[in-house]
Every structure is written in structure tokens, then in C-alpha cells.
Nanobody, 121 residues
Framework: QVQLVESGGGLVQAGDSLRLSCAASGRTFSDYAVGWFRQAPGKEREFVARITRGANTGYSDSVKGRFTSSRDNAKNTATLQMNSLKPEDTATYYC???????????????WGQGTQVTVSS
């Protein structure tokens, strides 16, 4: 079992930055890939970013160049740095852990509770 807790969400203005953290506990964090997803009201959960066990990263087209995913296995933490935020980035953001990196939510076994990000125009 892996427990995940996100933090760092908030209310910001367009163009601002936020840094989301995902703290893991339980089994060895370095054994897992991490995915970031988001869900806006009335919309399906969508892939945002992923980072493999070896720290290779991938991003959705909508956030590429603005968001950066990283991980610190020694601290059991994954981070999503979000720059140049836009109102359309408003959503609840989730981190997830699984054995393989994927853009599909179904590939991840463990999920955090989510953290709200609201970007005003």
C-alpha cells in the first residue's frame, strides 16, 4: 500500500505559479511511477503529467512548457511546478502512483485525495 497526500493548491491569478507536492508513505516510493491528473467540475479526469521511476517525464499538450514534474525519492515526494497558470487550469489536482508510467488513470493503483487549484482571470 502507498498513501499519497497532495498539498499546495490555492487561489491564484492568471500568470501566477503554484507548486503542488505529493507526499508518499508506505511502500518504497522509488518503486512507483507517479502521474498527475486533474478534474474540473462537470468534466472527466484528465492526464496532466507523469514521471517514471527513472525520473523521465511526460506532459499533456495543454501544460507542456508550463508545468514541470519532478520527484525526490529520498524525501518520498513528487512535485508539480505550475507556471503561467491559466483560468482553464482550474481543477482538482490528483497525484497517483503505480508500477508503470502512463497517461491512463486506470494504470495507477494509488491516489491522493486531491488539492484544489483555482485560477482567476
Amino acid at each position: 500500500q502507498v498513501q499519497l497526500v497532495e498539498s499546495g493548491g490555492g487561489l491564484v491569478q492568471a500568470g501566477d505559479s503554484l507548486r503542488l507536492s505529493c507526499a508518499a508513505s508506505g511502500r518504497t516510493f522509488s518503486d512507483y511511477a507517479v502521474g498527475w491528473f486533474r478534474q474540473a467540475p462537470g468534466k472527466e479526469r484528465e492526464f496532466v503529467a507523469r514521471i517514471t521511476r527513472g525520473a523521465n517525464t511526460g506532459y499533456s499538450d495543454s501544460v507542456k512548457g508550463r508545468f514541470t514534474s519532478s520527484r525526490d525519492n529520498a524525501k518520498n515526494t513528487a512535485t508539480l511546478q505550475m507556471n503561467s497558470l491559466k483560468p482553464e487550469d482550474t481543477a482538482t489536482y490528483y497525484c497517483a502512483a503505480g508500477p508503470f508510467s502512463s497517461t491512463s488513470a486506470t494504470s495507477y493503483s494509488y491516489w491522493g485525495q486531491g488539492t484544489q487549484v483555482t485560477v482567476s482571470s
